[in-house]
């Protein structure tokens, strides 16, 4: 028999994707949720430990009209980039010296797709979070270095890249720590005059990226309020405040609904 704290906490369950209201079974929690609760931590461990699949980003990417260009990091296998996430922060000297002797000359912007700790992510986000995004670059006459797609990535490895790409600034687009409910979720870092030795208070961050938090309209509009910003003042971190909420409404209602 249903009791009114029953309906309370159903309520509060259906706005919050949180495991709060589950219910009991004597002393325990109902097997229902203890089987919902395995599966998504299964969810979440096949998210950190399944390969990316490069070739397969490239094509999507490049259905795009966007360029690629596939790179590794210092991990050669997942297992040594779970151990030693420093691999993961610097190129592969040969895919530092690809990056180099292919910039032939500076460029505004240069994006990197990473695995990060969620290939899922990256496999079913990266290109349609860059579909959003071309038209804003397109619009801004930024120009885009070829897309480095990059494997065994920690997200200071795009210092590097966008440092051989002669980049003003570099965006990484990698898959965040999976948690157990969220193993789809991008991250996007931005970073304005990347090169080595750059510390994550000199980024900006958006996360959650994904079709059950903010979706991939509204995390383009968003990353190009802040590359705006980046450029104009010269500057990404903790100098520079994300306001682009303050613009949605006026510009862009349909992102405000969506958002909302």
Same mark, same amino acid.
């Given at each position: ?24 079974? /004597? ?13 998504? =931590? ?6 950190? =430990? ?37 691999? /993961? ?33 990256? =496999? ?11 038209? =804003?670059?397109?619009?801004? /006459? ?15 490895? /795009? ?102």
């Amino acid at each position: 028999m249903s009791t009114a704290r029953d309906d309370l906490w159903q309520r509060l369950a259906r706005l919050t994707p949180a495991r709060i209201g589950l219910g009991r079974a /004597g002393a325990g929690l109902p097997t229902r949720e203890v089987l919902k609760f395995g599966l998504a =931590h299964a969810q979440a461990r096949d998210a950190v =430990h399944t390969p990316m699949d490069a070739s397969a980003i490239a094509e999507a990417i490049g259905a795009l009209d966007l360029p690629t260009v596939t790179v590794t990091s210092g991990a050669e296998d997942r297992a040594t980039y779970l151990r030693r996430p420093d691999y /993961g922060r610097r190129l592969s000297p040969e895919s530092l010296k690809a990056l180099a002797d292919s910039a032939a000359e500076p460029v505004d912007l240069a994006l990197v797709v990473a695995d990060g700790l969620s290939a899922r992510a990256v =496999h079913e986000g990266a290109a349609a979070l860059l579909a959003a995004f071309k038209p =804003h670059a397109e619009r801004a /006459g930024w120009r885009l270095a070829p897309v480095v797609i990059a494997t065994q990535a920690r997200v200071a490895l /795009g210092d590097a890249a966008g440092a051989a790409l002669r980049a003003r600034a570099v965006v990484v687009v990698i898959g965040e720590r999976p948690g157990l409910s969220s193993p789809d979720s991008l991250g996007l870092y931005v970073t304005f005059d990347p090169k080595p030795g750059r510390s994550d208070a000199e980024r900006n961050c958006i996360s959650n990226v994904r079709p059950a938090g903010l979706s991939f309209e509204l995390a383009a509009f968003k990353l190009n309020w802040l590359l705006t910003q980046a450029f104009a003042r010269g500057l990404t971190g903790v100098n520079l405040k994300d306001e682009s909420d303050r613009l949605i409404e006026a510009s862009a209602p349909d992102l405000a609904i969506s958002a909302g």
